[in-house]
């Protein structure tokens, strides 16, 4: 028998019991006995039975038969040859172990296999381990630690035993007799659920040892003792997916400071998506250079501890999250920093040096877990008795590897969802009217998707392909960090490419590269000025080339964003294309061109008063924010567009376009392999340009706007011939869950057939122009009524404008309602996206803020399941029960 000394082989009982063999060179050697029961495998009044169960098989098997109570003779009797035994109980299993010296290891396998003798148990027995239980069951309830993360268990397994705590409950430990408890052992301790592993040194000339042992395992484990049997392990009750709202529970204790927990819902151990949620975890988790630990702990000092991890046991886990703060006013800004995180790394993927660490880390955990017969027969118990798969390890680190920071970025998408999340907080008694524990779900939903995404709802991974393979477009990311979103429209004459960033008035005003009061309308000039020449050619030679073509090619900018688009003819693309790759590396901005931009920066910013509508917009967000960009308008100041030029131009651009913060978003008549060979080069030049380059980080994290404490008025008299009105208020975000129903909101109120239309102008004939406006950023937009009419109608007017937005949170929409506006939105959005280059603008935009742009059948099934409900919601969440702000204007 020759024994292989580099990888585990298994042999079998006679009973079918399978064994596991690993050699170790080494002094000591380790057996386990693996049984497939666990907590989970308790029915309705036998909770805590197998954790029980563990430790009345340590109870002397001849106790029954003698009526002598059990003095600890096995544990004796193995320490005795300087082995160390124990056991443990989990959801899934409950495993007994020993390790001990090799030269004692057959000895130690006689003592130890008096735990697998069947079982009787003395009543005294019995009695005494329940009160050693129920000791330990309060020893746990006086632990702050475990008492919180079982209240975290709790919240996300409200359905699935993985809620239950593995010890059980005083009420049915205290129900149980001797009687339940063998049989639940005879029921579960069955052959066709256990399995052994046996680490240490075998490898012998003949395969005298492992025969050896193997006489004694069939002697002691085999069908004489346990006949070969399968018993059915009990169904469990799935843990949905998705719920309609965060699931918490605040947990009071005696402790100094509070903590918070959570947790999102992932998938089984098998799922295709773990390695990549692995990377997720460990980049935001693992270690002191972890996200978290740098913003929450070394930068902002928000956090005495933040932890966390992946935690998979066998059936769908978590991804948990650990807080502890040192005062119960840090508990929001903790949140709201690591909430900011999230929803950053559900665009900012782990960068090399994370993917590194996080590979770095898996290895050698892998490594060191081998040092110790203990620790292989640890891991080998795991592979085969609950992966079923000895060689998983190696298949995982090759999945790790080979995850795509895209992967890693899909996975953050679909799986940091407020639907799949839940939490906990553990509370000092001393603060429990100073902590507000709405505070984790209303955070959560500040930054995450709130609801699932039709395509994410099914429970089976191979549905969420197929939704995404029925995409009209396909995406990919470069080494770089560069994403790239195609769509072949093979009908089409025209080519549309746009390249987007974020940055625009949001980070000009959030981190400036001077100051923000210099830097104020920047993105602006930049995006004006961009295509006005490069290092070889004029401004006039760009757009001779250009025009000749009858294409386009220009720099956009906007709150959030710039960047540069370009629409031509599919027939000139492949000319213009090198044109589009120099003006967005090279350009050079020259000092007259940037002159020409600055003097009609300068005539917007003066005229604003001449345009009444504008002036009412600028003092609403002048009104409406007092701290966050959005606050201002795009095109500056004159003093801060007085000092512009050339060289603060090129630091910007310098600054915001990196490769890896950059979405390319191509639709047209091109093949996905042009695409491929035409960005590969693009991200060539891209890397030789940048090479060298010592940029400054980029702070993308803006605070939050704080919610209004009261209502707010402001006016500008002008004695004109209409007064321009908006009455409004903070509303949701990009990546808010509520954007279907705020569409569907709009198009109830607006257009002809709309409320406010057919109430103030049709029924009252209180003005011509009234409708619905809003926008959703990054952080939190606005929502509200803009209506113009003669000053003798304002007072009308604003009450008109209340009554109808109450009426609609109030009662609703009717069902034909829905019907029309439902059918009216995706009509008129079907019209709005015909072009390539609104296509083009669409992807880029809903790529570069981490969204995946649904398919038409998705978006279809998303807005037709919208409820009345959740549009009356919205409706007073932002336009009823908020603060507004009025801004009076003529």
């Known amino acids: 028998m020759k024994i292989p000394t580099d990888r585990p082989f298994e042999e079998r009982l006679s009973n079918g019991i399978p064994v596991i063999f690993q050699h170790f060179d080494g002094a000591v050697a380790s057996i386990y006995w693996w049984n497939q029961v666990g907590s989970c495998d308790e029915q309705k009044g036998e909770e805590g039975y197998a954790h029980f169960l563990e430790h009345m098989l340590f109870k002397d098997t001849s106790a029954k038969e003698t009526g002598a109570a059990s003095s600890g003779k096995t544990a004796r009797a193995i320490e005795s040859l300087g082995g160390d035994i124990n056991a443990y109980t989990s959801f899934d299993q409950t495993v007994y172990h020993v390790t001990c010296s090799e030269h004692h290891w057959e000895r130690v396998l006689r003592e130890f296999s008096v735990l697998a003798r069947p079982q009787q148990f003395l009543k005294d027995d019995f009695t005494r381990e329940r009160e050693v239980i129920l000791e330990e069951l309060k020893k746990n309830e006086d632990s702050p630690e475990r008492q919180h993360f079982q209240a975290l268990f709790s919240s996300s397994f409200s359905q699935h035993p993985y809620g239950r705590p593995v010890i059980g409950y005083v009420k049915t430990l205290k129900a149980a007799t001797v009687s339940k408890l063998e049989a639940f052992y005879r029921r579960n301790y069955v052959s066709g659920r256990m399995g052994i592993v046996m680490v240490g040194p075998i490898a012998d000339q003949d395969g005298a040892r492992v025969k050896g042992l193997l006489s004694q395992l069939e002697r002691f484990f085999g069908s004489s003792v346990f006949p070969k049997k399968e018993t059915p392990r009990l169904a469990r009750k799935p843990e949905p997916t998705f719920a309609s709202k965060i699931r918490m529970i605040p947990k009071e204790f005696e402790v100094q400071l509070p903590s918070v927990n959570f947790a999102f819902r992932v998938p089984e151990l098998s799922h295709p998506d773990l390695a990549a949620l692995d990377m997720l975890a460990g980049a935001l988790t693992m270690g002191e250079s972890s996200r978290l630990y740098q913003k929450l702990f070394n930068e902002r000092s928000l956090v005495t501890e933040v932890s966390g991890g992946l935690y998979v046991p066998n059936d769908p886990g978590m991804l948990y999250f650990h807080l502890d703060v040192d005062s119960s006013e840090k508990i929001a800004p903790a949140l709201d920093e690591t909430f900011r995180l999230l929803e950053q790394s559900r665009e900012n993927p782990p960068n090399k040096i994370e993917v590194d660490r996080v590979l770095a880390h898996a290895e050698s955990d892998r490594l060191y877990s081998q040092q110790t017969a203990d620790g292989i027969a640890g891991r080998l118990g795991f592979l085969k008795f609950v992966v079923n798969d000895l060689g998983y390890d190696e298949r995982y680190l090759s999945e790790l590897r080979s995850v795509t920071p895209e992967r890693v970025r899909h996975v953050a998408h679909e799986y940091l969802n407020c639907a799949r999340m839940s939490g906990a907080y553990l509370i000092p008694k001393a603060m429990k009217d100073r902590i507000d524990t709405s505070e984790l779900e209303s955070v959560a939903k500040r930054y995450l998707p709130t609801s699932a995404p039709e395509a994410l709802s099914k429970p089976k991974s191979g549905k969420t392909k197929a939704a995404r393979s029925a995409a009209p477009y396909e995406e990919w990311r470069l080494e770089s960090g560069l994403r790239v979103i195609h769509r072949e429209r093979a009908h089409s004459h025209v080519v549309s490419v746009q390249t987007c960033v974020q940055g625009g008035l949001r980070m000009e005003a959030g981190d400036p590269l001077f100051s923000k009061e210099q830097d104020w309308g920047v993105s602006q000039c930049l995006s004006m000025t961009w295509n006005k020449g490069t290092s070889s050619l004029t401004a006039r030679d760009v757009a001779q080339k250009v025009e000749g073509r009858a294409a386009s090619l220009d720099g956009f900018s906007g709150r959030n964003t710039i960047g540069l688009q370009m629409t031509s003819l599919a027939k000139d693309f492949g000319e213009l294309q090198p044109l589009y790759d120099d003006v967005l590396l090279n350009a050079v901005f020259p000092e007259d061109e940037v002159g020409h931009s600055k003097r009609v920066m300068e005539e917007s910013i003066r005229t604003v008063d001449d345009h009444s509508s504008q002036l009412c917009s600028k003092l609403f967000l002048e009104t409406l924010y007092d701290t966050h960009p959005y606050r201002l308008m795009a095109h500056g100041s004159i003093e801060s567009v007085s000092g512009f030029n050339s060289a603060k131009l090129k630091a910007y651009l310098a600054h915001w376009l990196r490769p890896e913060r950059a979405v390319i978003s191509v639709v047209g008549r091109i093949s996905k392999q042009a ?111 803009y209506i113009a009419c003669s000053p003798d109608k304002e007072k009308r007017a604003i009450e008109g404008i209340h009554a109808v937005l ?68 919205v409706c007073r969440k932002y336009l009823v029960d908020a603060n507004l702000v009025t801004s009076v204007v003529g």
């Open 806 to 873: 109450k009426k609609l949170a109030e009662k609703g929409p009717t069902s034909s309602e829905m019907a029309r506006a439902k059918e009216y939105y995706l009509g008129r959005r079907a019209m709005d996206l015909q072009s390539d280059s609104s296509l083009a603008s669409y992807y880029g935009l809903e790529g570069i803020y981490g969204l995946e742009p649904p398919g038409e059948a998705q978006i279809r099934k998303r807005i037709e399941s919208v409820t009345s409900k959740q549009v009356q919601e």
């Open 675 to 785: 695409v491929e060979t035409w960005v590969e080069e693009l991200e060539g030049l891209w890397r030789k340009k940048s090479s060298g380059a010592q940029l400054r980080p980029i702070h993308e994290t803006l605070a939050a706007e704080a919610a209004l404490k009261g209502p707010r008025w402001v006016e500008k008299r002008l004695g004109r011939e209409q007064v321009h009105i908006i009455v409004g208020g903070l509303g949701s975000t990009i990546t808010g869950g509520d954007r279907d129903a705020i569409r569907l909101m709009h198009t109830l109120l607006g257009g002809q057939s709309g409320r406010l239309f057919i109430e103030l102008r049709e029924k009252q004939g209180l003005a011509y122009t009234v409708s619905p406006i809003g926008f959703e950023g990054v952080e939190r937009g606005y929502q509200g009524v």
